[in-house]
């Protein structure tokens, strides 16, 4: 996606007057002015305006491709090479990956990227203490990281990094699937994950990028070894909101976040790591830093011409759509949350809070439902939930000199738990306006909106883990004793949602 870009709108070209990016401006304030956001026509790098279709300069040849690039500036000989998928969009550009330039053996080093090619805050700020600063408190390493490169893509051609932004603008923030972060849908497109708990976080996260965005300017007036080489507005006046939160969309599509090194160089931007590297859930190969470089060795055999895949951590499918557009139908850490509480109103609720506190769980408890593993999520709910309904100050007594979380359970207990249970699951997924068979029918059409087809396949995932719960927790209800007791009747039961 376009780093500095409105999405298919208006642009902001290249300044007329660019300092070098490397050149000392003692005082760069004096070149303030008050652009009042306005929108000009693009530059011949970025989309036309109006088209909707990618044009590419000819003059850009000059730079040759990134890989190319990096081995002009220290990337050692590799073993891969960058290939190319079709776009879905006929109107985008197709997509760039790293394959293997030859056969691959598990433990080999697919290419090394020195220091000097990785971003990250230590170089951008030059100042590992300002940099910690500036994390810690109202800012995001990804919002630092955006910004920079929002003001490198100013400098055009003279930047160091242009040939890797430009690597960026193609891609646009797509991930494997071609499919930009729900971060930059629409309002109907964000209505295709109606009945999701991703579509609340979607908006969520897009409200904490605009408290980021609120803040920039704090970054302009304590990294003054920054913006000395940059003779342009202060951060609200030269980017407005929209263009921050792509940028920012497609630093978070593609940052390392690197194991066992300091604070500001926990978050990376590396060239031929993601997305140009595919993720993977059941992959071990993770990009690591050695000494003066981020290295990746591989975890599994690659013929030449194939894909390289890397770990992209234990992400449940909800995240993995939010920060990188796809979904991983294999994903062993897909996961559901339900939330259960002690209902406050309850006169013996402190008692019961103590209970819970004692097993090591909350007053408010998040419980993790994995994929392929709903029965056991049941089975930890139910002790947290008995306690809820339990209400005679006698058995509360029992229950508060007892080791452990026992609770008695007589059989209307037991039935008025699993029932609240099975209502829980059969509201969740009434909230979804289609059903599994519709979602497989919809799947099958290979003619499917991209982010209706992302969109689907992380709606089909849950209702899975969804009907797996309500499975189990029937399968339960069938093997109580006797059919004929009533749920016995709970005031103050705990609350689902």
Request: aromatic residues 8%.
């Amino acid at each position: 996606m376009e780093l500095t870009c409105l999405h298919n709108k208006c642009y902001l070209p290249p300044s007329p007057y660019i300092s070098n990016p490397f050149s000392k401006n003692p005082n760069p304030r004096i070149f303030y002015r008050k652009r009042n956001n306005l929108c000009l026509a693009s530059a011949s790098d970025t989309l036309v305006a109006g088209s909707g279709k990618e044009v590419v300069s000819k003059k850009d040849d000059e730079f040759g491709d990134l890989k190319s690039w990096m081995h002009k500036n220290g990337l050692p000989p590799c073993k891969v090479v960058l290939k190319e998928r079709p776009s879905y969009d006929e109107k985008h550009r197709p997509i760039h990956y790293v394959a293997a330039s030859e056969d691959l053996q598990a433990g080999d080093v697919a290419f090394s990227v020195p220091n000097s090619l990785v971003v990250t805050l230590e170089r951008v700020l030059g100042n590992e203490t300002i940099a910690e600063l500036l994390t810690t408190n109202k800012l995001s390493e990804l919002a630092c990281l955006a910004l920079y490169l929002m003001y490198e893509k100013k400098q055009g051609k003279k930047s160091f990094w242009y040939p890797y932004i430009r690597e960026l603008d193609r891609q646009r923030g797509r991930g494997q699937m071609a499919v930009e972060s729900p971060l930059l849908w629409s309002e109907d497109e964000l209505a295709y994950l109606t009945g999701s708990p991703t579509k609340a976080e979607v908006l969520e996260r897009a409200e904490g990028i605009k408290r980021e965005y609120n803040e920039l300017d704090t970054v302009w007036f304590m990294a003054g070894s920054l913006f000395q080489q940059y003779p342009y507005d202060i951060p609200t006046e030269a980017f407005p909101f929209e263009i921050f939160k792509q940028a920012f969309v497609a630093v978070q599509s593609c940052v390392v976040h690197l194991q066992k090194v300091a604070l500001a160089r926990r978050f990376a931007l590396v060239p031929l790591g993601p997305p140009l590297l595919a993720y993977r859930s059941n992959c071990k190969a993770m990009l690591s830093a050695v000494d003066g470089a981020v290295e990746l060795v591989v975890d599994r055999p690659y013929k030449a011409g194939e894909p390289i895949v890397v770990w992209c951590g234990p992400q449940p499918n909800s995240k993995l759509l939010i920060n990188y557009g796809f979904v991983d139908d294999e994903n062993s850490y897909d996961r559901l949350i339900v939330e259960a509480a002690l209902n406050t109103e309850d006169p013996q609720y402190q008692d019961k809070r103590l209970v819970v506190q004692r097993n090591g769980k909350l007053s408010v408890q998040a419980f993790q439902v994995y994929a392929g593993k709903e029965k056991d999520a049941i089975m930890d709910m139910l002790p947290y939930l008995r306690l809820g309904y339990v209400s005679d100050p006698s058995e509360m007594q029992s229950v508060l000199s007892s080791q452990g979380p026992v609770c008695p359970v007589s059989p209307c207990m037991e039935r008025a738990v699993l029932d609240q249970l099975a209502d829980y699951f059969e509201g969740r997924l009434a909230g979804y306006p289609t059903t599994l068979n519709e979602d497989e029918s919809l799947l099958a059409d290979p003619n499917l909106n991209p982010r209706r087809r992302v969109a689907t396949q992380l709606v089909r995932l849950e209702k899975k883990i969804l009907h797996a719960c309500l499975q189990a927790t029937t399968d339960m209800i069938d093997q109580l004793p006797d059919h004929t007791v009533s749920p016995c009747p709970a005031p103050y039961a705990p609350l689902l949602k």
